[in-house]
């Protein structure tokens, strides 16, 4: 099934956090290239039990030696040396850059701003990490991204289109998870929660509700007027679709809220609903039943995208990071000639 979540696009490589230790029994590997940086056995073991979480939380029976891990740790370190040596790094103005991005789109696919405690709510949520850990995870990636981009850009552009029979093939394979669930375009009215006086704000709440009711006022004249969400006053109080499965969006709303929202009739605006954040009244402008896709059908009813195009550019993906792989192990192939490299483990 085409799920739509809430997800950060960045593409974490991991890298070591180097240790040094005056005994030589806690070292599991050293790596010299422009200086000499020890790997700890403490540090090789926290990222196994990382690796470890990653593997159970994506339920899978699969394992990863020591060595392999260790491997990694190695090669992420030679790399990042090698960055520093050639120069390539990132600043801190480029890093904030980055983060911002990341932060936009996570605005953009919730439809709202977000403070900072949300943001970094979302990120430990999705990667584990705090802000410091994501600040340097995200220069590390950067560095080795524009690292790897500069020194074999011709190993990157090996990578073959996808042909129609292999789309055609993928789509047969995989038909029955081209289905969008149930789905709601919801429009709201919204006032969030008050750090001193939640009554007043019910209350205020309270009064639009009864000019709704009693047709005072329409809903779409009060949008404007009252709701307190930025980035949907302007549009009448659109805030796009709910997909009923989006598991990650029932989270963040409330169960109460989100079942309370594909109970209602399409048109009629609802009484108060509270969800995580406040307090909203919600029309549904349209209310589409589960629907198993052709190849020709849009992956979403507000996407211009069809299936097709998305298998196509799902499998053109593949081989673009497949063709990124193969630059990546070719650039730590030339460094590993290049370095000293010690194992002890």
Request: aromatic share 10%; net charge negative; glycine share 4%.
């Amino acid at each position: 099934m085409i799920r739509r979540r809430v997800f950060l696009t960045v593409v974490f490589l991991i890298v070591a956090c180097a240790f040094l230790t005056a005994d030589a029994a806690q070292v599991a590997a050293t790596v010299t290239l422009i200086r000499s940086t020890s790997i700890s056995m403490e540090s090789l073991k926290a990222k196994e039990a990382e690796y470890r979480a990653e593997l159970q939380a994506l339920g899978t029976g699969a394992t990863m030696a020591s060595t392999d891990v260790l491997n990694i740790m190695v090669n992420d370190e030679l790399v990042l040396q090698g960055a520093e040596r050639d120069g390539f790094l990132v600043t801190e103005s480029q890093l904030n850059q980055i983060i911002k991005t990341q932060r936009t789109s996570v605005e953009q696919q919730l439809n709202t701003t977000i403070t900072d405690a949300q943001f970094e709510q979302i990120i430990m949520s999705n990667y584990g990490l705090d802000m410091a850990a994501f600040r340097k995870s995200l220069r590390d990636s950067a560095t080795i991204d524009a690292y790897v981009r500069a020194k074999y850009p011709a190993i990157l552009e090996e990578y073959g289109k996808p042909t129609e029979a292999q789309i055609q093939e993928f789509f047969r394979a995989n038909r029955t998870s081209f289905m969008n669930p149930e789905l709601v375009r919801i429009s709201h009215i919204f006032m969030p929660y008050s750090e001193t006086d939640n009554a007043a704000v019910l209350a205020e709440m309270e009064k639009i509700a009864r000019w709704i009711r009693y047709g005072t006022y329409t809903f779409e004249e009060l949008v404007p007027k009252y709701s307190k969400d930025t980035a949907s006053v302007n549009k009448g109080g659109d805030i796009g679709w709910l997909a009923y499965d989006n598991t990650e969006m029932r989270e963040y709303l409330g169960p109460a809220f989100f079942d309370a929202v594909f109970a209602l009739n399409v048109g009629k605006p609802s009484g108060i609903l509270e969800s995580n954040s406040g307090y909203h009244i919600v029309k549904v402008v349209t209310h589409i039943d589960p629907k198993l896709l052709t190849i020709q059908d849009t992956i979403t009813p507000e996407s211009n995208t069809t299936v097709y195009r998305y298998i196509e550019q799902r499998l053109l993906s593949q081989n673009q990071q497949q063709a990124y792989v193969n630059a990546i192990n070719k650039l730590v192939e030339d460094l590993r000639k290049q370095a000293k490299i010690e194992i002890f483990l």
